[in-house]
């Protein structure tokens, strides 16, 4: 192992330890904590384990398990894939943001007073374009990533037309029927799940960015070769985590979500 790459174990390792011992207690209370440096956490937004909202609203727990189930898919169905999606998947796709984009808007307009919007904001609404989202960002993520990464990336998409796209869709609906439930069994693995999403999509990121930084483009053909761009990219994440954590608790003073009125 390179000197290099230890230090940056050692880094990474103090950042996750320190983290881990200034956030609220237990497996739920970790992920309220990463949720708290990405997402509003209002209550009334927010689906419940009984009384305890889940770590992130409704909204952006449809867009964070979106993204674990989107980028979990593309694995599946083309390791290395990197060509662009279909023109048909683009304009789905498309039309998932566009979703996003309005029931973001109309639940935003429905808090002013006076204001017009189209329909009654729901939290079933925030899930499935939350969701949807989640889809959009995997599908542009999964392609970047292999482009960036790897020496034998496949160019051929891994969205190839639709019958892939309406599977992953599916998959999709089928989740947010499962958190509709409510059922605690259900939600308990899945708010787990949508916060490690925002790791995972941050991860991600940051491991590219690392890799570029640092003039390694296309430079590995195994997964056990980007270990240390990946714990790299990792550290990036939980770094900004960690700011954003300490940027709004010194802001409230609370591990609460924002309140309204």
């Not at 808090?111 to 919007?117: F, K, M, Q, R, V």
Request: net charge neutral; charged share 10%; glycine share 12%.
């Amino acid at each position: 192992m390179e000197s290099w790459s230890r230090f940056i174990y050692l880094g990474v390792g103090l950042l996750a330890l320190g983290w881990l011992l200034n956030t609220p207690e237990g497996l739920l209370g970790k992920a309220d904590a990463v949720g708290y440096a990405v997402c509003h956490r209002i209550d009334l937004r927010s689906f419940h384990l009984g009384e305890r909202q889940l770590p992130l609203c409704a909204r952006c727990t449809g867009m964070y398990l979106g993204a674990v189930l989107g980028l979990l898919y593309q694995a599946i169905i083309g390791r290395k894939r990197a060509g662009t999606p279909a023109k048909s998947v683009i304009v789905s796709v498309g039309f998932l943001v566009l979703f996003f984009a309005v029931d973001g808007l109309n639940s935003f307009l429905s808090l002013i007073p006076g204001a017009p919007y189209l329909y009654q904001p729901q939290n079933w609404w925030r899930l499935f374009s939350g969701t949807g989202m989640g889809l959009a960002i995997a599908i542009a993520l999964f392609p970047g990533f292999n482009q960036t990464i790897w020496m034998d990336y496949d160019p051929k998409p891994g969205m190839d037309g639709w019958s892939k796209f309406g599977g992953v869709l599916g998959l999709a609906l089928l989740l947010d029927a499962l958190v509709l439930t409510e059922n605690p069994v259900v939600l308990y693995p899945l708010a787990l799940v949508s916060a490690a999403g925002v790791l995972l999509v941050l991860t991600t990121v940051y491991s590219m960015v690392w890799v570029m930084i640092i003039g390694a483009e296309n430079r590995y053909q195994r997964v056990g070769q980007i270990l240390t761009p990946v714990v790299a990219g990792f550290g990036l994440a939980l770094l900004q985590i960690i700011l954003l954590d300490l940027g709004r608790y010194w802001l409230t003073g609370t591990w609460d979500g924002f309140h309204l009125g």
